[in-house]
């Protein structure tokens, strides 16, 4: 089942939003306002987000930046064209200008949900001097290859594909699920200690970060 984040203080626009989703059969997440958001976002691993541009706190177009790997569409009220090219500059992926049929809005949804994610599967990932090859599945620090085990493969490679963004305990145990269902929160913690010792033997750096109340995070520095 697909996940979608409805992000609006709107308490109306977002029930109704709610309603239409779960009917489709997709999981539903909320949040009112910008700050918010960013903690929901921190927590769960949506499949896709609804933003609003008018939030209380922090904007929505504040939001955006902070929303790495997951596609956004814009619903607002505003009409303005540099305002829809900017955002689409910035990273959503489509802009929808209320008031809207809900129909298209399901119809949009389903087209980002279904891309092919292939190539994007096979390109190699790097942060600095830290590289990970999908299709060889060869880890590098600076030239010098890296041994992991799977899971900490699939940890790595979670976190080169957001990074600088904090992930949560429960996000990253659902997102490596697939790969390593045998990891578990009370073994999670064993796994991402070899796995950051293993990174700073070979690079000197401290790659991975502790955020505290939250999870990890790769630190791009």
């Given at each position: ?28 997440l ?39 790997g ?30 809207f ?33 999908p ?71 401290e ?15």
């Amino acid at each position: 089942m697909k996940t979608i984040a409805i992000i609006d203080d709107d308490i109306h626009i977002g029930d109704v939003l709610e309603e239409i989703l779960r009917r489709e059969g997709y999981a539903v997440l909320r949040a009112y306002s910008g700050t918010e958001a960013l903690y929901l976002l921190a927590q769960h691993r949506p499949d896709l987000v609804l933003l609003d541009l008018m939030l209380p706190g922090l904007s929505g177009e504040d939001v955006l930046p902070h929303i790495q790997g997951v596609p956004v569409i814009i619903l607002s009220a505003k009409v303005d064209v540099e305002d829809k090219v900017q955002l689409l500059l910035d990273g959503a992926v489509d802009y929808i200008t209320k008031p809207f049929h809900p129909q298209e809005l399901l119809a949009r949804i389903a087209v980002q949900l279904r891309r092919p994610q292939a190539e994007e599967a096979q390109q190699v990932l790097t942060v600095g001097e830290l590289s990970l090859d999908p299709l060889s599945r060869q880890v590098t620090v600076a030239g010098q290859e890296v041994h992991l085990t799977k899971t900490e493969y699939a940890l790595l490679k979670l976190f080169l594909q957001h990074p600088n963004q904090a992930i949560s305990k429960s996000v990253i145990l659902e997102r490596i699920s697939l790969d390593t269902p045998h990891c578990t929160d009370s073994s999670l913690k064993q796994h991402m200690s070899n796995l950051r010792k293993k990174l700073r033997q070979a690079s000197g750096k401290e790659y991975l970060q502790s955020v505290w109340g939250i999870g990890f995070r790769l630190s791009q520095e």
